[in-house]
């Protein structure tokens, strides 16, 4: 049969797909996230999210030094505060004895060729458990940034390489960035989660750092699910505030966004595979319903093929351990 055209001869073997290969996904793109816990010794595992733990200083320093080794040195921290030290106004973000700063300090120290991105929220720190702050039982946006600011300030100083808030507040982005050059720290660029939306996918999260708001959701600061334009609205007023990432979050769910934001934008997009979404993968493969090992770089090789630049997932140290960089 006559025929000038035949897709399945880019397919014929392995070598010829490689060279066709449209989407390029490697370690060198992924973020690792890592839980912190005050203490010595600890290393537990999060029951929601297997596979994925809490971590005292003593022994993530351990868990870098395993990534480094696979060629995995991108990490974002987030840290579990205990709860008579959280407050209305999240004072402990920005104590000098908080341990999540003093953590930065210890892995840049100990390696100082990682690059470490921060979480800028009030609900790790909050005894309301809102990302911003709580007022006759309103979430109060211009009253949180300057929260928020001090926070990212301390966060810099301990070493942060990028400051990354996540908190949905308006004009954080600007607050912040302001904040930051006022403190002399120009060079110190800003990831915001800049289309975050209020997803039932950050069960296993909120497991791991016991973060889920006291009273009431997060539905009016985070995004309606249903919206898509949106997330242009949130983009453009992020990159005029000075944001140097603009993040999607979720990401398997939220592809649409991703490619939206990627074909709008010029500046790096970001995506955050979220802890409900791999723990759905994580619970199929152990049913023995997919397998592993392809599923995971599949669902990765999507994000990616999608537009993300930067994917943060709790599959990159496999996804490293089986690819390399």
């Given at each position: 049969?006559?025929?000038?055209r035949?897709p399945?001869?880019?397919?014929n073997s392995?070598?010829i797909r490689?060279?066709?290969?449209?989407t390029?996904?490697?370690?060198?793109?992924l973020?690792?996230?890592?839980?912190?816990?005050n203490?010595e010794?600890?290393k537990?595992e999060?029951?929601?999210?297997?596979?994925n733990?809490?971590?005292?200083?003593d022994?993530v320093l351990?868990?870098?030094?395993?990534?480094i080794?696979?060629g995995?040195a991108?990490?974002?921290l987030?840290p579990?505060?205990?709860?008579?030290?959280k407050d209305?106004l999240a004072t402990?973000s920005f104590a000098e004895d908080?341990?999540?700063?003093?953590?930065a300090r210890?892995?840049?120290q100990?390696?100082?060729?990682?690059?470490l991105?921060?979480?800028?929220a009030?609900d790790p720190?909050?005894?309301d458990?809102?990302d911003?702050?709580v007022?006759d039982?309103?979430?109060v946006?211009?009253?949180s940034?300057?929260?928020l600011?001090r926070?990212?300030?301390?966060q810099?100083?301990?070493?942060?390489?990028?400051?990354?808030?996540?908190?949905?507040?308006?004009g954080?982005?600007?607050?912040i960035r302001?904040?930051l050059?006022q403190?002399?720290?120009?060079e110190t660029?800003i990831?915001s989660?800049?289309?975050?939306?209020?997803?039932?996918?950050?069960?296993p999260?909120?497991d791991?750092?016991?973060?889920?708001?006291?009273?009431?959701?997060k539905?009016?600061?985070?995004m309606?699910?249903a919206?898509?334009?949106e997330?242009?609205?949130?983009?453009?007023l992020?990159t005029?505030?000075g944001?140097?990432?603009l993040?999607?979050k979720p990401?398997?769910?939220y592809?649409?966004?991703?490619?939206?934001m990627?074909?709008?934008f010029e500046?790096?997009?970001a995506a955050?595979?979220?802890?409900g979404e791999?723990?759905?993968l994580?619970?199929?493969?152990?049913?023995?319903w997919?397998d592993y090992?392809?599923a995971?770089?599949?669902v990765?090789n999507?994000i990616a093929r999608?537009?993300?630049?930067?994917?943060?997932?709790?599959?990159a140290?496999?996804?490293?351990?089986?690819?390399g960089s």
């Amino acid at each position: 049969m006559l025929m000038l055209r035949r897709p399945r001869r880019n397919r014929n073997s392995k070598l010829i797909r490689e060279l066709t290969c449209e989407t390029r996904l490697s370690t060198e793109q992924l973020v690792y996230p890592l839980f912190l816990e005050n203490g010595e010794g600890i290393k537990k595992e999060i029951s929601s999210l297997p596979g994925n733990f809490r971590f005292s200083v003593d022994q993530v320093l351990e868990e870098i030094g395993e990534c480094i080794e696979l060629g995995l040195a991108k990490f974002i921290l987030f840290p579990a505060i205990a709860e008579e030290l959280k407050d209305e106004l999240a004072t402990h973000s920005f104590a000098e004895d908080n341990f999540y700063l003093e953590a930065a300090r210890q892995i840049k120290q100990a390696f100082p060729e990682t690059l470490l991105i921060s979480d800028v929220a009030m609900d790790p720190y909050s005894s309301d458990g809102h990302d911003g702050l709580v007022l006759d039982g309103r979430i109060v946006n211009d009253e949180s940034l300057l929260i928020l600011s001090r926070m990212a300030i301390a966060q810099a100083q301990a070493g942060f390489d990028i400051i990354a808030p996540s908190d949905m507040m308006d004009g954080r982005v600007e607050f912040i960035r302001d904040a930051l050059d006022q403190n002399e720290f120009t060079e110190t660029p800003i990831m915001s989660y800049t289309a975050k939306y209020a997803s039932a996918y950050y069960g296993p999260f909120r497991d791991a750092l016991d973060s889920a708001p006291k009273e009431g959701d997060k539905k009016t600061y985070q995004m309606n699910p249903a919206n898509k334009r949106e997330a242009l609205i949130e983009g453009e007023l992020d990159t005029a505030e000075g944001a140097d990432y603009l993040m999607v979050k979720p990401a398997l769910h939220y592809l649409d966004i991703i490619h939206q934001m990627k074909e709008h934008f010029e500046l790096p997009i970001a995506a955050y595979h979220v802890s409900g979404e791999c723990a759905m993968l994580i619970a199929a493969c152990e049913k023995g319903w997919l397998d592993y090992d392809q599923a995971m770089p599949e669902v990765l090789n999507s994000i990616a093929r999608a537009g993300a630049d930067v994917i943060i997932t709790y599959f990159a140290k496999d996804f490293a351990r089986q690819f390399g960089s």
